[in-house]
Nanobody
Framework: QVQLVESGGGLVQAGGSLRLSCVSA?????????MGWFRQAPGKEREFVGC????????DLRDSAKGRFIISRDNAKNTVCLQMNGLKPEDTAVYYC??????????????????WGQGTQVTVSS
């Protein structure tokens, strides 16, 4: 059963914006999961982009995303979003939504996330 489904990717010019969404099938347990966003560019390893606690009260972003990306969640709608502004060509990647029950200190470790979406392609042209 597919637990996470991403949407919102696409082709955008540098400086543009995209909003990625991830809908989960967790139901009333959604709020217990830390939700993360990761990305993988061609020929590179998958890397952490950001994450948000179950309550939405705490977030973290990789340094290159700070000031440009915003993570939010709506537990009533079982949805987490990644608003990406000021996109750069180096943001081009497949973006994955992930969910897990993990210590906050392990939030950058993809092996701590037990559920993954299928990914959505983001392409930023220069």
């Amino acid at each position: 059963q597919v637990q996470l489904v991403e949407s919102g990717g696409g082709l955008v010019q540098a400086g543009g914006s995209l909003r990625l969404s991830c809908v989960s099938a967790f139901g009333h347990t959604f709020s217990t999961y830390i939700m993360g966003w990761f990305r993988q560019a061609p020929g590179k390893e998958r890397e952490f982009v950001g994450c948000i606690t179950g309550s939405g009260g705490n977030t973290d972003l990789r340094d290159s995303a700070k000031g440009r990306f915003i993570i939010s969640r709506d537990n009533a709608k079982n949805t987490v979003c990644l608003q990406m502004n000021g996109l750069k060509p180096e943001d081009t990647a497949v973006y994955y939504c992930a969910a897990g029950h993990l210590p906050w200190s392990y939030r950058w470790d993809e092996t701590q996330y037990g559920y993954w979406g299928q990914g959505t392609q983001v392409t930023v042209s220069s």
